[in-house]
T-cell receptor, first 115, second 115 residues
Framework: AQKVTQAQTEISVVEKEDVTLDCVYETRDTTYYLFWYKQPPSGELVFLIRRNSFDEQNEISGRYSWNFQKSTSSFNFTITASQVVDSAVYFCALSSDNAGNMLTFGGGTRLMVKP | DAGITQSPRHKVTETGTPVTLRCHQTENHRYMYWYRQDPGHGLRLIHYSYGVKDTDKGEVSDGYSVSRSKTEDFLLTLESATSSQTSVYFC??????????????FGPGTRLTVT
């Protein structure tokens, strides 16, 4: 069975602070895929990134960066110099070749960025 | 933005009544999914489709049925709504199945309340 744990249910920071959202996953498969989605207060779900299990390179996109570490089964997401518009619920998700078409989501982390 | 619409966007219904939610896409993607979102659970897969008339169950399929008679439409039916089915329902599409690890794009959601 697959499992995604986002232990931080809620984080509050002040604008311009850096913040890291944690994601720990469990899977027995050697080939798997990790995702991050953002859900702003308006409610829609926005795809942010996908990583393959065989590619451990970290990725940076503007103020966003992702740290994938297979040794600790983690796929953490860092926002640098946070802004009020970053306030949202962020979901980490996992799928694998042997899980059929199941995308397993974590419970989400609510990030509040205060001015 | 991916062309995905959901209807209705909001619905209040009584226990025991049938309810059908519609997802419509203009992207001609093969794969379509229905999720429900509940506090503390993230998103959970209800059913998915990998082609016209090809559907399968997800993690929380009890009490739900689906149909896909055209590529662009995926219907979710609650045969006899219960209060435990009060939730926000999201439709998603993907050009690849999860075995191919394609990212999913989500519709705006339908808020369903069963009284």
């Amino acid at each position: 069975a697959q499992k995604v744990t986002q232990a931080q249910t809620e984080i509050s920071v002040v604008e311009k602070e850096d913040v890291t959202l944690d994601c720990v996953y469990e899977t027995r498969d050697t080939t798997y895929y990790l995702f991050w989605y953002k859900q702003p207060p308006s409610g829609e779900l926005v795809f942010l990134i996908r990583r393959n299990s065989f590619d451990e390179q970290n990725e940076i996109s503007g103020r966003y960066s992702w740290n994938f570490q297979k040794s600790t089964s983690s796929f953490n997401f860092t926002i640098t110099a946070s802004q009020v518009v970053d306030s949202a619920v962020y979901f980490c998700a996992l799928s694998s070749d042997n899980a059929g078409n199941m995308l397993t989501f974590g419970g989400g982390t609510r990030l509040m960025v205060k001015p | 933005d991916a062309g995905i619409t959901q209807s209705p966007r909001h619905k209040v219904t009584e226990t025991g009544t049938p309810v059908t939610l519609r997802c419509h896409q203009t992207e001609n993607h093969r794969y379509m999914y229905w999720y429900r979102q509940d506090p503390g659970h993230g998103l959970r897969l209800i059913h998915y489709s990998y082609g016209v008339k090809d559907t399968d169950k997800g993690e929380v399929s009890d009490g739900y049925s689906v149909s896909r008679s055209k590529t662009e439409d995926f219907l979710l039916t609650l045969e006899s709504a219960t209060s435990s089915q009060t939730s926000v329902y999201f439709c998603a599409i993907s050009s690849e199945g999860l075995a191919g690890a394609g990212e999913q794009y989500f519709g705006p959601g339908t808020r369903l309340t069963v009284t």
